[in-house]
């Protein structure tokens, strides 16, 4: 657990950096919670009570309506920020599900705790201003790949930037997150040397 | 038959379902087709085969467990299992630990060569998360309770606990059957 927090530390540096005084206070919101593969932690309809900071496993954000249309949105695995972010800071229903794909282990913030200290606190108001922003740059650079790169290309980036989650999850989750059908994703990998 | 925890036993099939998923996530899909349709070094089976083998038997067992559970409303958690006595048999038949070697399957269930090697390890991933949802289930209801009639002889109905078993260790045996087609890296 002291791993976890160590982690968390590293994180919010890399995005903007702490005083002291406001990593302390910051790193006193997060409680250790675990979760079994395929689990749901935010249902569509309710609202995001935590941010979740992820240790282990990997997760997924996704949209899934009642004709049974499913989108895959956003992987998230260590070191990084999970949960829905906008019905997070929005404090609106949720408009997606967020599932875990494996065993996982998080560190999580309720909402309330983390709005106090980014009330009191520029520092910590200025790092979630500077990771969203980061967030936001990381959507926007995938919609430029779902418009513009062909299915071949969008397996090949996925591949070079998260190789790992092919042999995490099942791949029907990469697949739907590049909107692909399963025969074309198939014939992808017959291509790979994995 | 001596009567086992329930939670205890039901630990143990998550476990093995865990395990399960995790060979098909981490060896199978990542497996070129001709490599998952190739036949065994003894003729026998190909992962592929082995895989669309057990989907078969899922396709009839996840659903029928599936009722079973919907119909039980008294929630019971804890306790013990007692198996049947034909449930128990069938359990350790399918054991490799301690029934035969080799079983002869029926006809309705073996595997033609023919197939899409990808949509098969798919399914089996699909049904597994499945039967994992359903073994978490099962730890609120008495597992002596839903009877699950068997899929080659419909008028035999099993316990859920001994279908659960029964279902797990068949997995397990072709699990194991298909592993031995991995080419060693």
Known sequence: MVDAFVQLEQLVSAVHPLTEEDWEALAGIWSPFSAQRKEVLTTEGAVERYLYFVVEGVQRVYYFDDQDREATLVFTYAPSFGGVLDALLLQQPSRYFYETLTPSSFLRAPYVELDRLMQARPGIAHMVRKGLTHALSGVLERLVELQCYTAEEKFNKVLQRSPHIFRLIPHKYIANYLGMDATNFSKLINKQKM | MSAVEKDQLLNGLERSVNEHIQSAVVVFQNMRSDLLLKPAPDGGWS???????????????????????????????GGVFKSGVIGAYFTRMMDLDRGQKKIKAFKEYIP???????????????????????????????????????????????????VLQF????????????KRNCPMD
């Open chain 2, 47 to 77: 992962i592929a085969q082995c895989l669309e083998h057990l989907n078969r038997y899922g396709s009839y067992y996840i659903p029928q467990i599936r009722q079973g559970l919907a119909r039980q409303k008294k929630l019971e958690t």
């Open chain 2, 112 to 162: 033609g060569v023919e197939l899409d090697a990808h949509a098969v390890v798919a399914e089996f991933i699909r049904q597994q998360e499945m039967l994992l949802a359903c073994v978490r289930c099962a730890r609120r209801v008495d597992l002596g309770r839903p009877r699950i009639p068997v899929s080659i002889m419909k008028w035999l109905k099993l316990k859920l606990g001994d």
């Open chain 2, 167 to 178: 279902v797990v260790m068949h997995d397990e045996r072709h699990i194991r059957q298909a």
